[in-house]
Structures are given as structure tokens and as C-alpha cells.
């Protein structure tokens, strides 16, 4: 065997080694945060539940304000938002129906309790995508702790509720999360660039 094909080979087998400890560190910190049935389910399954509402209701308040203040830079900001969820949406189910990985309950029933409703797939996690999405389009509108970190403390709660409740690996909320904030930075650029090309004209 040639140098070059037994240096092929030994990526080959650490790329699979380290896919399976991942994989395995992955299943084992779900497992922790699963846990039992308890007291505090239907707690997380309510904050779950409202994520879609309360994401979709930001850029919705944004323009309103902005329409009953005059405001037309919170108006910009608004649709600034609203392209960031489309984003994060778009890019979520792109990803869903490429990857198309098992939801955590349905691969380890024996190990993960499904404590909430959880179709399609699971990578990355739609939930936490569009939550972060939000919540760094707020960061970038408003550059006030006191906005930021209740809105990326909503954020993070909505991804740990998706794991707490058997729905989502954790690498399926990281995703999640580096996806509505990706997202979010592309749909602001993508706004001054559009803005700047038509104050050219």
C-alpha cells in the first residue's frame, strides 16, 4: 500500500473515531438533560410552544411601532428581522431534508423520553434557529444589555427546552443557534448593501 493511500485511510478512521465519540458525548449530555418525567414538563413545553408566536409577533411589533412613531430607520429594522426569520426558516428546512438525521426519540427510545410532539427531522433545530434569529436581529437594533440579554436569555432557553423535552440533539440546537444568528447578520448586511445601492440611483 502506497504512503499516500495509507495516509487516506488514517484520516478515514479518525474522521469515523471522532464522529462516533461525538456522536456518543452528544447522546450522553441529552441523556442528562432529558431526564425523568417531572413537575417542570409542562413548564417547557409552554415555552417551547410560544417560540413560533413570539418570533414571528418581533418584526410584526417592530413595523407597528415604527408606523406609530413615524420611524423609518425601526421600520428598516423590521424588515431587517423579518428577513432574518425567512433565512434561518429557509436554511432550516433546506437542512432538515438534506441531512434528514432521526429525532433522538425515534433512534434511542430505550435511552430518550419524548416529552413533546416533534415531526420531521431533526438537525438542526427549527426552534432555536428562528429564536436566535430574532433575538440577534434585536441585538443589532437595539444595542441596550437590557434588551440583549432577556432576548438571547429567551433564545437559549427555547433551544434547552427542545433538548429537555427529547426533540433535539444538542449539536441540533449549536446548529440551530449558529444558523438564526448567521441569518440574522446576513439579512442586516443584505439590507445596507440594498440600501446603499439605492441611494447610488
Given at each position: 500500500i502506497s504512503n499516500g493511500l495509507k495516509?487516506?485511510?488514517?484520516?478515514?478512521?479518525?474522521?469515523?473515531?471522532?464522529?462516533?465519540?461525538?456522536?456518543s458525548a452528544d447522546l450522553r449530555l441529552l441523556e442528562n438533560i432529558n431526564g425523568p418525567v417531572t413537575g417542570n414538563d409542562h413548564f417547557w413545553r409552554t415555552l417551547s410552544a410560544s417560540?413560533?408566536?413570539?418570533?414571528?409577533?418581533?418584526?410584526?411589533?417592530m413595523y407597528a411601532t415604527a408606523t406609530w412613531q413615524d420611524n423609518h430607520e425601526l421600520k428598516i429594522h423590521a424588515l431587517e428581522t423579518a428577513g432574518?426569520?425567512?433565512?434561518?426558516?429557509?436554511?432550516?428546512?433546506?437542512?432538515?431534508?438534506?441531512?434528514?438525521?432521526?429525532?433522538?426519540?425515534?433512534?434511542?427510545?430505550?435511552?430518550?423520553?419524548?416529552?413533546?410532539?416533534?415531526g420531521g427531522y431533526s438537525f438542526p433545530s427549527g426552534h432555536t434557529s428562528m429564536s436566535f434569529a430574532a433575538a440577534t436581529s434585536i441585538s443589532l437594533t437595539c444595542k441596550r444589555w437590557y434588551v440583549t440579554v432577556p432576548a438571547f436569555t429567551y433564545?437559549?432557553?427555547?433551544?434547552?427546552?427542545?433538548?429537555?423535552?427529547?426533540?433535539?440533539?444538542?449539536?441540533?440546537?449549536?446548529?440551530?443557534?449558529?444558523?438564526?444568528?448567521?441569518?440574522?447578520?446576513?439579512?442586516?448586511?443584505?439590507q445596507k448593501w440594498l440600501l446603499r445601492?439605492?441611494?447610488?440611483?
Amino acid at each position: 500500500i502506497s504512503n499516500g493511500l495509507k495516509i487516506r485511510l488514517a484520516i478515514i478512521f479518525l474522521l469515523f473515531t471522532f464522529s462516533a465519540h461525538s456522536q456518543s458525548a452528544d447522546l450522553r449530555l441529552l441523556e442528562n438533560i432529558n431526564g425523568p418525567v417531572t413537575g417542570n414538563d409542562h413548564f417547557w413545553r409552554t415555552l417551547s410552544a410560544s417560540a413560533f408566536f413570539i418570533d414571528a409577533s418581533t418584526p410584526l411589533i417592530m413595523y407597528a411601532t415604527a408606523t406609530w412613531q413615524d420611524n423609518h430607520e425601526l421600520k428598516i429594522h423590521a424588515l431587517e428581522t423579518a428577513g432574518a426569520l425567512l433565512i434561518a426558516g429557509g436554511i432550516t428546512f433546506t437542512a432538515k431534508n438534506i441531512i434528514k438525521r432521526p429525532r433522538p426519540f425515534e433512534s434511542y427510545p430505550e435511552l430518550i423520553i419524548k416529552k413533546d410532539k416533534g415531526g420531521g427531522y431533526s438537525f438542526p433545530s427549527g426552534h432555536t434557529s428562528m429564536s436566535f434569529a430574532a433575538a440577534t436581529s434585536i441585538s443589532l437594533t437595539c444595542k441596550r444589555w437590557y434588551v440583549t440579554v432577556p432576548a438571547f436569555t429567551y433564545a437559549a432557553a427555547v433551544g434547552y427546552s427542545r433538548m429537555y423535552l427529547g426533540v433535539h440533539y444538542p449539536s441540533d440546537v449549536l446548529a440551530g443557534a449558529l444558523t438564526g444568528c448567521g441569518s440574522a447578520y446576513l439579512s442586516f448586511h443584505l439590507q445596507k448593501w440594498l440600501l446603499r445601492k439605492e441611494a447610488k440611483r
